[in-house]
Nanobody, 121 residues
């Protein structure tokens, strides 16, 4: 099995910054794509950013250059640096990863438990 653990959420004032981390552990041969999603109360979960194993990135339009996704393949960890946070960024942030447990495995998607980000003055 694979576990994803997010950390780094919290309460921040508008305009502030947070850095989220997502550490994967367990039966891992290779991690392909990793992504950050968020879900605000009463809304559907939405993609924030994703990154391939080679480092190619993709961002939702609402990011507007404020966030940066990165990963450390040696540590099986992804990061989301969030700058100039706005109240509308308030949500539970989840990471996911497409993981091959063994060389011959097809990738399976795993999710973390989420970390709360609250942007408020």
């Amino acid at each position: 099995q694979v576990q994803l653990v997010e950390s780094g959420g919290g309460l921040v004032q508008p305009g502030g910054s947070l850095r989220l981390s997502c550490a994967a552990s367990g039966s891992i041969f290779r991690i392909n794509g990793m992504g950050w999603y968020r879900q605000a109360p009463g809304k559907q979960r939405e993609l924030v950013a994703s990154i391939t194993s080679g480092g190619s990135t993709n961002y939702a339009d609402f990011v507007e250059g404020r966030f940066a996704i990165s990963r450390d393949n040696a540590k099986n960890t992804a990061y989301l640096q969030m700058n100039n946070l706005k109240p509308e960024d308030t949500a539970v942030y989840y990471c996911n990863a497409a993981v091959q447990a063994y060389r011959w495995d097809l990738p399976k998607i795993f999710w973390g438990q989420g970390t709360q980000v609250t942007v408020s003055s």
